[in-house]
């Protein structure tokens, strides 16, 4: 009996400690697992601190008997290559030069601190964050003393219905939704106060939680999604500046918000003037029509040389992260590009160094990926695949396009290889590319069909998958999630994935990647990804370069961040103010 006893004891204990066991296990793994989590929410909680710091001193400069930081007035007319189709901040067919102008309306919980190489946050309309112990929730308290432009204050309510909005599947923002894939729900807690519920943690939650722009509920509300997605103009939001006008063809216009909750503005007016030639965009600088401009690399080589046009303006270029790449993306659809050997031919029959040294005017390198290349995303080992013609053509022999019929036209099952490459009009770049492309390809045997097609137009084609081939440039961030372009998933719907790439093992990547919170083993990952794609040649990667901008010299306290430019911290002096 007693044998029996001390036998039952013993695995009782035994059964005790592996319990003991299994919850310490957990209790590492956790604390692994959330490890990078509670590091960014160290830097958001450091950035907070400094941005209170800030706050405080910008305040004490205005105070009387203290030099004023700046003189009030004046209006910065910004120089756009392309009109926007619409500047509602969720909508698939937002673009870069929509964010240049709704960002000023609009504004998220927090931002990145410009000045911070890495994922550094600082408060906007929050005023703090608190994490649970699991990670799987994350409690945001607004602060206390914001409104919108029309005086209401901006509350709970808000931050739920953008959410919400975002996640409704009859509004047209599948590139915003994916990033929230992971999340349970958001729910009120009181009227500053919301929850963000996740299924599991992502390394990019704080972002997802935090950068997003906030709508006016009262403003946005709406029973049918389509008639949010029909909201292109009048925005309204919690910002800087508020929507004065839109001249279709012409310009946006922006003024000061004199009811802004935070440290007002500068500058009086924002102008974003549209000028899609860029002859005619330089001249217009010249003129002293427009203030901002960003040049092509032949422009910028020139006037960098001209002792004139620096007497008037600054001349700047730097490199920063949403800088992004430019491309050529494959229909993987269209029979001519099922194949990874002719999409590795058309990457060898373009002379990318070449397009750096001439159309870039040595301004820029040669890309393999979709990484910044300054990143730690990218992998430095991924060398350029070559120019190499006569590879190209062996390429092209293995997969089966020959010509058959001795039309100088290569060929298979009867389908000649001819497609046309579809590219925004007016880019001297993106033309020269064009006929290079047509050229090239005329050599191995190929037509290609320069199609320069309307910004509003190319879009909806790209939506609807109606290409063969484009050229284009992705925009970048500090440190990127590739689902939103690579994940199969985001191929229907009017998902960026509009070259249908997909790849189990890509997918695979990806999907891990996003649960990886240790960032030695995700780039380790994002290496991976990179080497894929390089040898996959969904694109052909081209190039990057860095930033070139031309700015009126009356314009002071220009500074260049490592995450670029901000325009809200300028101002001109009275005496060289132009617009009164």
Not at 222 to 240: H, K, Q, T, W, Y
């Amino acid at each position: 009996m007693n044998g029996r006893s001390g036998l039952v004891t013993f695995f009782l204990f035994l059964l005790l400690a592996v319990m003991i066991l299994f919850q310490v296990l957990s209790m590492i793994q956790a604390d692994r697992l959330y490890e990078r989590l509670n590091t960014l929410i160290d830097r958001w909680q450091m950035a907070a601190s400094a941005r209170v710091v800030k706050d405080r001193q910008a305040v004490s400069t205005d105070l009387p008997g203290e030099e004023y930081p700046g003189d009030e007035g004046d209006w910065l007319v910004w120089c756009e290559r392309g009109e926007p189709r619409t500047l509602n901040p969720i909508s698939v067919e937002g673009d870069l030069g929509a964010r240049h102008i709704y960002f000023n309306i609009f504004e998220t919980l927090f931002y990145y601190d410009l000045d911070y190489d890495g994922v550094k946050l600082e408060p906007v309309l929050a005023e703090r964050m608190e994490v649970s112990d699991d990670g799987i929730e994350i409690t945001v308290t607004l602060k206390a003393n914001i409104w919108f432009s029309d005086g209401v204050p901006v509350t709970a309510d808000d931050v739920v219905f953008t959410y919400e909005t975002i996640m409704n599947p009859g509004v047209d923002a599948p590139n915003i939704r994916n990033y929230y894939e992971n999340f349970k729900e958001v729910v009120k807690i009181d009227e500053r106060t919301v929850k963000f519920i996740l299924n599991e943690v992502y390394w990019k939650t704080l972002e997802s939680v935090g950068i997003f722009e906030v709508l006016p509920k009262h403003i946005y509300e709406f029973e049918d999604p389509e008639a949010f997605n029909s909201r292109r103009s009048n925005p309204i939001g919690s910002g800087p500046y508020v929507f004065e006008k839109w001249d279709v063809g012409q310009q946006v216009v922006l003024r000061r918000n004199e009811n802004y909750w935070g440290k007002k503005a500068k500058l009086e007016k924002l102008i974003f003037r549209f000028i899609t030639n860029p002859t005619a965009a330089l001249q217009a600088l010249r003129a002293h029509e427009v203030d901002f401009y960003e040049p092509t690399s032949e422009q910028f080589a020139e006037m960098s040389a001209d002792e004139e046009f620096k007497k008037e303006f600054k001349i700047l270029s730097y490199w920063e992260p949403s800088g992004g790449y430019a491309f050529i993306g494959w229909n993987l659809v269209r029979s001519f590009f099922q194949d990874g050997r002719v999409r590795l031919a058309m990457t060898h029959i373009l002379n990318r160094q070449e397009m750096v040294e001439h159309l870039l005017r040595g301004y820029g390198t040669v890309v393999t990926g979709p990484f910044y290349i300054h990143g730690r995303q990218s992998d430095p080992n991924v060398k350029p695949w070559s120019y190499a013609p006569e590879k190209a053509k062996l390429l092209l022999d293995e997969a089966g396009w020959v010509d058959t019929d001795g039309d100088g036209i290569r060929d298979k099952d009867g389908v000649a290889f001819r497609f046309k490459y579809s590219y925004p009009p007016g880019g001297t770049a993106t033309e020269r590319i064009a006929k290079l492309m047509k050229d090239e390809a005329a050599k191995v045997g190929i037509e290609v069909i320069p199609d320069p097609v309307e910004w509003s137009i190319f879009v909806e084609r790209l939506n609807k998958r109606e290409f063969d081939a484009v050229t284009l440039m992705w925009g970048g961030t500090i440190e990127s999630d590739p689902y939103q372009i690579w994940h199969s998933s985001q191929i229907k719907g009017r998902g960026n994935n509009f070259i249908s790439f997909t790849n189990a093992e890509a997918d695979a990547i990806i999907e891990e990647a996003r649960r990886t919170l240790d960032e030695k083993k995700r780039y380790h990952l994002y290496h991976k990804l990179h080497r894929l794609l390089h040898e996959e040649q969904p694109y052909t990667f081209l190039f990057a370069r860095p930033e070139p901008r031309f700015l009126d010299k009356r314009f002071e306290n220009v500074i260049v961040h490592q995450l670029g430019l901000d325009h809200h911290e300028w101002h001109v002096p009275k005496e060289k103010q132009r617009y009164k």
